[in-house]
């Protein structure tokens, strides 16, 4: 069961992300340059993902456990610290640069969109990069 | 559609549907745990049924100008999302769902670092 609901969580995140335009990097940065052709229309993508999200997780945590596992895997971290900002800014960055994120780009890859998997091959390198070199520890779960 | 995907993963496994975290998983640790896998091909089949209501898309020819920035944004990002724990799905739509303050200030920072590179690269 909690792999078919991975499956069918997979499934649903990345039809939104084709609906919503997220797997066009032209779209994407049509979005992030502000100027005369400026698109804000994934701004009320996020917005309403959120909201939704913020719904759901609202009545999900009236529950004592999600349905399949025994307890809940929230991040605990509440510590705003450098490697938060350090690793936002790199992100912004590759963002602002590829105009692509790591959802659209592995749909991308599936679509046979040879952009995306050119930057999903850079992407892998630059995880296991930081994985090889720079993680403090191999808690990957906690941390998701 | 996303949002309520991020709803019912968090119903069913209690886990936090970013992509980044999940894709490392599925890349590192698919041994001791599948579902993380099993999202991501799910990702891929649903982008690819979506695209059969959105309707067939024709991709620009490979241009050899984008080579450098995909590659680079890449890296970047791979490093990054690793670094800050989080991407946009992550920390921009379940964190700040959460009402989470790393997850707040990880977007600000992102959607602005990212608007003033795409703005700047679009200058030059």
């Known amino acids: 069961m ?23 990097p032209e779209k994407v940065l049509a979005f992030l340059t502000v100027g005369a052709q400026w698109n804000p229309s994934l701004i009320y993508v996020l917005g309403s993902a959120v909201v939704t ?13 999600p349905l399949f596992d025994e307890s809940f895997h929230s991040p605990s971290s509440f510590v705003v610290d450098k490697r938060l900002l350090a690793g936002s800014v790199l992100f912004g960055l590759g963002w602002g640069t590829a105009g692509y994120c790591p959802g659209p780009a592995l749909v991308g890859v599936m679509t046979l969109d040879h952009r995306a998997a050119l930057f ?18 191999s808690d990957l779960l906690s941390r998701a | 559609m996303i949002g309520g995907a991020a709803v019912w ?7 936090i549907a970013g992509i980044s975290g999940i894709a490392t998983q599925a890349l590192l640790r698919s041994r001791e745990n599948l579902w ?9 089949v649903g982008g690819w049924l979506a695209y059969f209501f959105v309707g067939p898309r ?7 100008s984008q080579l450098m920035p995909l590659l680079f944004g890449g890296l970047l990002v791979g490093f990054g999302t690793r670094l800050g724990s989080g991407c946009t799905s992550g920390h921009g739509v379940c964190g700040i769902a959460r009402f989470s303050m790393r997850s707040l200030v990880a977007t600000t920072t992102f959607l602005i670092i990212g608007i003033i590179t795409a703005t700047g690269l679009a200058l030059l």
Do not use: H
């Open chain 1, 2 to 24: 909690k792999n078919l609901s991975g499956f069918l969580a997979g499934l649903l995140f990345g039809m939104g992300l084709v609906v919503a335009g997220m797997t066009d």
């Open chain 1, 53 to 65: 999200a913020s719904i759901g997780f609202a009545w999900v945590n009236r529950r004592m456990a």
């Open chain 1, 120 to 137: 999903l091959i850079a992407f892998i390198v630059g995880v296991l990069i930081y994985e090889r070199w720079f993680s403090p520890t």
């Open chain 2, 9 to 15: 993963l968090y119903l069913a496994l209690g886990r």
């Open chain 2, 36 to 44: 993380p896998l099993m999202f991501i091909v799910g990702l891929g």
């Open chain 2, 58 to 64: 024709a991709f620009p020819p490979f241009d050899q």
